[in-house]
């Protein structure tokens, strides 16, 4: 088949509060149980506000490092899908509850792929959220980054959980990604 | 977006009229790159943009990991009567019947098969089941305006909804965005993950829409376009519209204009 032109993108908009989210969203796993964690933060504007109107979505893999590929986000039954979907509060703030990703193979560095609409974005965004390893410091892809923005990836430990702030502009904006076409 | 704009983005002494937007749109569609697929992040005319995209290029990277599988939908997430916003309500919506259908497809021209499509929408007059749209237009007790499916196998969506109303937003004083539904699609990777809007032919309000505008190569706009096809209409009961997805993630790197 001939390559097909890309759809483009547009913003989602103020309006998306009524339709996207749903109950059970941000839960990945139910909260209090085994390995649970809050991976939270904020997201940023580029005078430093929080944006209330964003929508953040998470991918990830399971603790062993093996990427679920079942059904089930929507209804949320218990079953582990390794995605979720969290809007920001009036704070800006988001939170998902979930577990650590493991790394694919051992010794490699562990993330969660990030997906960001806001109002006001006209496009969204993709990012990764690592967690912090000794395995960061062998990583590739981290290494060919400015140092100085090397953080802007890797989420920090805290009181149960990890925190993961986006800042969509300014002087901590967080690296943002593209991809190569698929092939 | 009635309440939510970011006035405080704006100079004060701008006139914020849609002669200066108008000028800013054109002035940007003048200095951009052909071919573009993309909009612009960063968007003068579209205000709440300003603070809002990243300044920096995007950092090419090759996917990995959780980056290469999209998350899976079935039934057990989606029922088929959620395709249909019209028997939502107690009784049926006002406005203009229609189905909406087309081909989600990955940039090889492959389906996208059993994933999830979400939609949502301002009801005939033009206002949002949403508490902060609070223009003085109706609301429709009969109409939600929100709608999912999955794809079929061979990567179609159908949805059965009224036609949605222009409506206004304080972007600049008079603004008006033309009538569209709002699209979210997943592709075969994450990394194809869409957020759009679809947009009806012929709206007089495209010239003067900076989101519309913010995609500056006129036939990558046209991609949001639907298209009428008589086909699909039914007789004494619904009008047809034909749109077709293409999902191939973001490849390109370049954010900037020109002159930015
Ligand atoms: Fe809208």
Same mark, same amino acid.
């Not at chain 1, 953040?56 to 995605?83: C, H, L, M, N, Y």
């Not at chain 2, 959780?66 to 939502?88: C, K, M, R």
């Not at chain 2, 995609?215 to 047809?240: C, K, M, N, V």
């Given at each position: 088949?001939?390559?097909?032109?890309?759809?483009?993108?547009?913003?989602? $908009?103020? *309006? *998306?509060? *009524?339709?996207?989210?749903?109950?059970?969203?941000?839960?990945?796993?139910?909260?209090?149980?085994? $390995?649970?964690?809050?991976?939270?933060?904020?997201?940023?504007?580029?005078?430093?506000?929080?944006?209330?109107?964003?929508?953040?979505?998470?991918?990830?893999?399971?603790?062993?490092?093996?990427?679920?590929?079942?059904?089930?986000?929507?209804?949320?039954?218990?079953?582990?899908?390794?995605?979720?979907?969290?809007?920001?509060?009036?704070? $800006?703030?988001?939170? *998902?509850?979930?577990?650590?990703?493991?790394?694919?193979?051992?010794?490699?560095?562990?993330?969660?792929?990030?997906?960001?609409?806001?109002?006001?974005?006209?496009?969204?965004?993709?990012?990764?959220?690592?967690?912090?390893?000794?395995?960061?410091?062998?990583?590739?892809?981290?290494?060919?980054?400015?140092?100085?923005?090397?953080?802007?990836?890797?989420?920090?430990?805290?009181?149960?959980?990890?925190?993961?702030?986006?800042?969509?502009?300014?002087?901590?904006?967080?690296?943002?990604?593209?991809?190569?076409?698929?092939? | 977006?009635? /309440?939510?704009?970011?006035?405080?983005?704006?100079?004060?002494?701008?006139?914020?009229?849609?002669? %200066?937007?108008?000028?800013?749109?054109?002035?940007?569609?003048?200095?951009?790159?052909?071919?573009?697929?993309?909009?612009?992040?960063?968007?003068?005319?579209?205000? /709440?943009?300003?603070?809002?995209?990243?300044?920096?290029?995007?950092?090419?990277?090759?996917?990995?990991?959780?980056?290469?599988?999209?998350?899976?939908?079935?039934?057990?997430?989606?029922?088929?009567?959620?395709?249909?916003?019209?028997?939502?309500?107690?009784?049926?919506?006002?406005?203009?019947?229609?189905?909406?259908?087309?081909?989600?497809?990955?940039?090889?021209?492959?389906?996208?098969?059993?994933?999830?499509?979400?939609?949502?929408?301002?009801?005939?007059?033009?206002?949002?089941?949403?508490?902060?749209?609070?223009?003085?237009?109706?609301? @429709?007790? !009969? #109409?939600?305006?929100?709608?999912?499916?999955?794809?079929?196998?061979?990567?179609?969506?159908? #949805?059965?909804?009224?036609?949605?109303?222009?409506?206004?937003?304080?972007? !600049?004083?008079?603004?008006?965005?033309?009538?569209?539904?709002? #699209? /979210?699609?997943?592709?075969? @990777?994450?990394?194809?993950?869409?957020?759009? %809007?679809?947009?009806?032919?012929?709206?007089?309000?495209?010239?003067? @829409?900076?989101?519309?505008?913010?995609?500056?190569?006129?036939?990558?706009?046209?991609?949001?376009?639907?298209?009428?096809?008589?086909?699909?209409?039914?007789?004494?009961?619904?009008?047809?519209?034909?749109?077709?997805?293409?999902?191939?993630?973001?490849? /390109?790197?370049?954010?900037?204009?020109?002159?930015?």
């Amino acid at each position: 088949m001939p390559d097909l032109e890309p759809t483009p993108g547009q913003t989602v $908009g103020p *309006f *998306f509060g *009524f339709a996207l989210p749903y109950p059970g969203d941000s839960r990945l796993v139910p909260p209090g149980s085994a $390995g649970a964690i809050r991976l939270h933060g904020t997201v940023y504007d580029g005078a430093g506000g929080p944006i209330p109107d964003a929508l953040v979505e998470i991918r990830q893999a399971d603790a062993s490092g093996v990427v679920p590929r079942v059904e089930g986000s929507i209804a949320r039954d218990g079953v582990f899908t390794g995605w979720g979907r969290a809007a920001t509060d009036p704070g $800006g703030r988001y939170v *998902f509850t979930t577990i650590e990703p493991g790394p694919e193979r051992d010794g490699e560095a562990a993330f969660f792929a990030v997906t960001v609409f806001a109002r006001g974005l006209l496009d969204r965004l993709s990012t990764r959220a690592y967690l912090p390893s000794p395995a960061l410091d062998a990583d590739p892809f981290l290494a060919g980054l400015p140092e100085d923005r090397r953080a802007t990836l890797v989420a920090v430990r805290d009181d149960g959980g990890l925190r993961f702030d986006i800042h969509l502009q300014g002087d901590e904006e967080t690296v943002f990604l593209s991809y190569p076409p698929r092939s | 977006m009635t /309440s939510s704009t970011d006035v405080s983005a704006v100079p004060a002494d701008e006139p914020l009229d849609q002669a %200066q937007i108008t000028r800013e749109i054109e002035e940007i569609a003048a200095t951009a790159r052909p071919g573009e697929a993309q909009p612009l992040l960063d968007y003068p005319p579209y205000r /709440s943009s300003l603070l809002r995209h990243p300044t920096k290029a995007l950092c090419p990277a090759d996917p990995e990991a959780a980056e290469l599988v999209a998350p899976v939908f079935g039934h057990s997430d989606v029922a088929p009567v959620e395709a249909d916003l019209t028997i939502q309500g107690t009784g049926d919506p006002i406005g203009e019947r229609m189905v909406v259908t087309g081909q989600v497809l990955d940039g090889e021209g492959r389906p996208v098969r059993g994933q999830l499509v979400e939609i949502w929408q301002a009801n005939a007059a033009g206002r949002y089941m949403h508490k902060r749209d609070q223009h003085p237009a109706p609301l @429709d007790p !009969h #109409f939600a305006g929100t709608g999912r499916c999955l794809t079929d196998d061979e990567g179609r969506y159908r #949805f059965v909804t009224v036609k949605p109303g222009p409506y206004p937003w304080r972007n !600049h004083h008079n603004a008006w965005r033309p009538a569209h539904i709002h #699209f /979210s699609l997943f592709g075969t @990777d994450f990394t194809e993950r869409l957020v759009t %809007q679809m947009y009806f032919p012929g709206d007089p309000l495209f010239p003067l @829409d900076p989101i519309y505008q913010s995609i500056t190569d006129p036939r990558a706009r046209d991609r949001l376009l639907a298209t009428y096809d008589h086909g699909l209409s039914e007789h004494e009961w619904q009008l047809g519209y034909r749109w077709d997805i293409v999902l191939t993630g973001n490849t /390109s790197t370049p954010m900037e204009r020109a002159d930015a």
